[in-house]
C-alpha cells in the first residue's frame, strides 16, 4: 500500500483524549483543591508548631494517636504509596477513599508536633486515593482504573509543587525502574496540569528558590556557555547525591524493618519513634531538621533550612547527615507524610557544603542537590531534571544560558544511576533487560 | 535484612559509567567534528546555491550522480537511519563505517543543487557510523555495540541542534514508540555533551530563535502564569501540528514506493524527484522551499524562511504545505539528508498562520509547531519537548514564567499522540502493550 492513512484511528485517538479529559477535569479539580486544603492546613499546623515548640514532648504521644487511628481506621490505606503503585502495575482490590482523610490528618499530626517528613506523600496518596473514588464511581475498567490512578498521582504531585509537567513525567516514570511506558501520559499531563492550577486558583503558593549563578556569553556560537570544569564538579557531587539517596532509602527501610521486628505493638512504634526524635533534638541542640524544613521562622540567618542552604555558609558539614536521621527516625517509625521535601534537604545542604568544598558555586550545587537526592531515591531521574527547569528556571534565563540544563542532567542521571536499584518505594518495578545492574544477582553476604 | 548496602553495586556501577567515558570521549570527538566538517560545508554549499541558482537546473543530474554513489558504493548504508536502528535493536552486520562520507557528500549534493532537505538524518547516521567503527575496533560485545550506536546518535543529533540533552533523550527515544529505556542514558548523555561541546569548539554555531512571548506575572503565588485559553488554542494547534506530521511521513512513504515500484533504475529515481522539484519551483513560483530554509539570503522580508516564520505574515497559508511537499518528494525520490530542519519549517510555518487564525502569539505558536511536527514524525515527544526548552529558554525566563514549558508539553505530547503510529523511520519499534491504539488492528479497507 503506497499511502497509509486510516482516518478512524485519528478519530479514535481523539475519542481517547476527549474521553480523558472528560474523567481528568474532575480528579484535577478534586485533587488540586484537596492539595490547596492540605497545603494551607500545613501551613497553619507548622506556624502554630513553630510558635508552641513545647508540642514537641507530646509528639511520642501524637505518634500514639497517628498509630492508633491507621491501626483501628486504616486497613488497606496503610499500604500508602506502595498501594498506589501496586494497584497501577496490577488492579485488584482498588485504592480506599479511607486513604485522603487518613494521611492528610497523620500528616498533620506529624507537623503539629515536630516530626520531620515532607507532603509528596500525602498529595500522592490524597491524588490515588480520590482518583480512584472518582474511577469506582465512573465504573472504569482495570486498564482505565491503571491509567486513572497515575493522573492522580500526577494531580496531587504537580499540585503540591507547582510543576505540572515534572508530576506528569513522575507519575509515568515512578511505576518502573530504568524505563518509561508512555500509556497514561495524556490523561497524567491534563490532571496535573488542571490540579497545579486550581490549586493555585485556590490562593495557595509555592516557594520560589532563585540560584543567581550565571556565566556570561562570550561566544557568539551557541546560546549556552558550558563550563568543564564545573561539569566534573557536577559529577562528583552527583556520586555523593547517589550515595545520599541510597542512606537515607536503606537507612529508612532499617529502621522501619527493625521497628517492626522489635515492636510488636504497631502503635507503639511511632510512640518510640517520636521519643528519639526528641532524643536527637536534644543531642545535635538545634530544632532546625523538625518539620519540612523549607523556611525558618522567624527568617534568621543562623537557622538552617532549605532555603538557607542557596547561601555560603547556609548548612553545617553534616546538616544533610541530620536532617536525612531525623527523616529516617520519623518516617521508617511509622509517622505519615513523604519523604520529597526532606529529600530536597538532604540535598540542598549536601550540594551546599559540596559547593564549598569543590570551589563551585554554592547556589548552583543546592539546588542540583535538592533535585539528585531525591532523584536518586525515586529513581526518577528524568521528572527531576524538568523539575529543576520548572522550578529554577522561571523568569532566570541566564541560568538556561549557564549550561544549567545539562549540569541539572548530569546530576540527576549520575545519582540515579550510582545509587542503584535503592528506592524508597519498595512497589517500584525493576528493569529486568538492564544488563549492567547484574550484580544485584551476586550472592548476599550475610 | 534490615538494611542492604551492597558496595560492589555501586562500584561496579561507576566502573560502568568510567568505562563508557572513556568510549564515549573518541566517540564524541569524532562525531564532533564530523558534524562540525558538514555543518561548515553545509553553509558554503547553501551560499554557493543561493549565488549561482541555475545549479538547482543540474538536480536532476545531481540526483543520478548521488544515486549511482549509493548503487555503487552503498551496499547496506543505503539503510540510512533504520539501518542505525536495526542494530540497536539487534545487532547484526553492523553500520558500515562508509556510511559517513556517503551521507556527508550525499547531504551535500542535495543542498548544493537545491533539494529540499535536512541535516539531522545525516549528523545521525555519521554518529551512528563513525560510533560503529570505534565499537568493532574496540572489539565491543553486541550488548555493547547496542550502547554505542546509541551515543553516537545522541551525539551526532546534540550536536547539529547544539541541543546536548535533547540529542541524549532523542537517542534512547526514538528506538520505540510509547516506551523508553534508560539503558544507555548515561553513555548517550556523555557523548551528546562531548560532541556539541567539540562541534562548538571548532567554531560552529547554531541558529538562535527568540520567542518574544512573554504575559506578566500577576500573582506572588507562583512563578508561573498560564493561560487556560491559549492551552485551549495550543491544543487545537496540536491536532494539527500532528495531522501534518502523519501527512508528511506518509506522503514521503508513498513517494519512496510509487518510486521504487514504476522506476526500475534505482539512479533513475532522484534523477525523476530532481525534475519534480524544478516544476514545483515553476509551479509555486518561488525558491523559497529550497534547502534548509533556516534563513533567507540576502535576508529578505518578503522571502519565507523559519526565521520569517517567528513573525506576523512571516508565512502563507500554504506554506507549510508547500515545504512538506517539497520535501517528501526530495527525501521519498531517494535524495540524501534528514528531514527534521524540514519538519521544523512545515511546523512554525503552520503554527504561524494558526497563530493569526486562532488569535494566538504567532512567535509562539511557530515555536511549539517547530517542535510539534517534529514529535508527531518522529514519535519523541519527550526530546521535543526538551528541545523546546534547550532552544528557546537560555537567555529568556519571562518565557518559562509564561508557562511555555507546559505549553511545549502540550503542543509535543498531543501531536505525538493523535498522529499514531506514523513515523518517518520504519525500524521503529512499536509498543504492544498500548492499548489504546487497538485500532491498527482494523481490517484494512483497501
Known amino acids: 500500500m503506497p499511502f497509509r492513512w486510516d482516518y478512524r484511528q485519528h478519530v479514535s485517538l481523539a475519542w481517547f ?10 480528579v484535577g479539580i478534586v485533587v488540586g483543591s484537596a492539595v490547596a486544603l492540605f497545603l494551607w492546613s500545613l501551613n497553619v499546623v ?25 491501626h483501628y481506621l486504616g486497613r488497606e490505606a496503610e499500604g500508602g504509596n506502595n498501594l498506589i503503585m501496586e494497584q497501577i502495575h496490577e488492579p485488584g482490590g482498588g485504592v480506599p ?12 499530626i506529624t507537623h503539629l508536633f515536630g516530626g520531620s517528613a515532607g507532603r509528596e506523600g500525602t498529595a500522592v496518596q490524597m491524588g490515588g486515593s480520590l482518583a480512584g473514588g472518582i474511577g469506582r464511581l465512573l465504573k472504569l475498567t482495570p486498564d482505565e482504573m491503571r491509567i486513572l490512578l497515575s493522573a492522580g498521582v500526577a ?54 528558590y532563585h540560584i543567581a549563578f550565571s556565566t556570561e556569553i562570550t561566544s557568539s556560537l551557541s546560546a549556552v556557555s558550558l563550563d568543564w570544569g ?28 527493625t521497628a517492626k521486628r522489635f515492636i510488636p505493638v504497631p502503635w507503639m512504634r511511632p510512640a518510640i519513634g517520636g521519643c528519639v526524635v526528641i532524643a536527637l533534638v536534644w543531642l545535635v541542640g538545634t530544632r532546625d531538621y523538625l518539620g519540612l524544613g523549607v523556611s525558618s521562622h522567624p527568617p534568621d540567618a543562623n537557622r538552617i533550612c532549605i532555603e538557607s542552604c542557596f547561601h555560603v555558609g547556609g548548612a553545617h558539614w553534616l546538616s544533610w547527615w541530620w536532617k536525612l536521621l531525623f527523616t529516617a527516625v520519623t518516617v521508617g517509625s511509622g509517622f505519615k507524610g513523604g519523604e520529597v521535601t526532606p529529600l530536597f534537604f538532604v540535598g540542598a545542604a549536601l550540594g551546599s557544603v559540596l559547593g564549598v568544598a569543590l570551589g563551585a558555586p554554592v547556589d548552583l550545587m543546592a539546588g542540583l542537590g535538592f533535585v539528585a537526592v531525591f532523584a536518586g531515591a525515586t529513581n526518577t531521574p528524568l521528572a527531576c531534571t524538568i523539575m529543576a527547569i520548572e522550578l529554577f528556571g522561571p523568569g532566570h534565563g541566564e541560568l538556561l544560558s549557564s549550561g544549567f540544563v545539562v549540569y541539572a542532567a548530569v546530576a540527576c542521571f549520575l545519582s540515579y544511576f550510582l545509587s542503584g536499584n535503592s528506592s524508597i518505594y519498595h512497589a517500584q518495578k525493576r528493569d529486568e533487560e538492564e544488563p549492567q545492574r547484574e550484580v544485584e544477582q551476586l550472592p548476599e553476604t550475610d
Open 17 to 26: 483524549v476527549l474521553k480523558w479529559l472528560v474523567i481528568c477535569l474532575p
Open 97 to 108: 477513599l479511607r486513604m485522603a482523610p487518613l494521611v492528610l490528618i497523620g500528616t498533620l
Open 46 to 70: 507548622t506556624l502554630t508548631q513553630w510558635d508552641n515548640p513545647w508540642l514537641l514532648y507530646l509528639l511520642p504521644l501524637a505518634g500514639i494517636a497517628s498509630g492508633l487511628m491507621y
Open 230 to 257: 564545573l561539569t566534573g564538579k557536577v559529577a562528583i557531587a552527583a556520586i555523593f547525591f547517589g550515595l545520599a539517596s541510597v542512606l537515607f532509602a536503606e537507612l529508612t527501610h532499617g529502621i522501619s524493618w
Open 155 to 208: 494531580a496531587g504531585f504537580g499540585a503540591v509543587f507547582g510543576t505540572p509537567l515534572t508530576g506528569a513525567i513522575f507519575a509515568v516514570e515512578v511505576i518502573a525502574i530504568g524505563r518509561m511506558s508512555y500509556k497514561a501520559i495524556i490523561p497524567c499531563l491534563m490532571a496535573s496540569v488542571i490540579g497545579d492550577q486550581v490549586n493555585t486558583a485556590w490562593g495557595i503558593g509555592h516557594t520560589h
